[in-house]
């Protein structure tokens, strides 16, 4: 499986931003995503997850109430909702697929495929 990343850019405060996770292979369905961000001079975070429907989806404390995490499979492409941006939020942007129990997924080591990343920005 091969992913890109797109959709970021640099909003303002409190404005909205939608990234997609591209997919590429015919068994992107049957894997977990997950989104995860790394900030200027810190350490790649998780940021959110969602299983193979839409029905389960898990957010860190940091994006919970905020960010959105969707899919469609018959395009092969999870989004991520990203609405009341923080500065705090700027990063870039990852999105992942691996094969685990949805329990888990916190940790980069967990997922087998990575997109090349996209870069937030937000100004305050």
């Known amino acids: 499986v091969q992913l890109q990343a797109s959709g970021g850019g640099l909003v303002q405060a409190g404005e909205s931003l939608r990234l997609s996770c591209e997919g590429f292979g015919d068994t992107f369905g049957e894997y977990v995503v997950g989104w995860f961000r790394k900030a200027p001079g810190k350490q790649r975070t998780y940021a959110a997850r969602?299983?193979?429907?839409?029905?389960?989806?898990y957010y860190s404390d940091s994006v919970k109430g905020r960010f959105t995490i969707s899919r469609d499979n018959a395009k092969n492409t999870v989004y991520l909702q990203m609405n009341s941006l923080k500065p705090e939020d700027t990063a870039v942007y990852y999105c992942?697929?691996?094969?685990?129990?949805?329990?888990?997924?916190?940790?980069?080591?967990?997922?087998?495929?990575w997109g090349q990343g996209t870069q937030v920005t937000v100004s305050s």
């Open positions: 969602i299983g193979r429907s839409n029905s389960i989806v």
């Open positions: 992942a697929a691996g094969r685990f129990p949805l329990r888990t997924g916190v940790r980069e080591y967990e997922y087998d495929y």
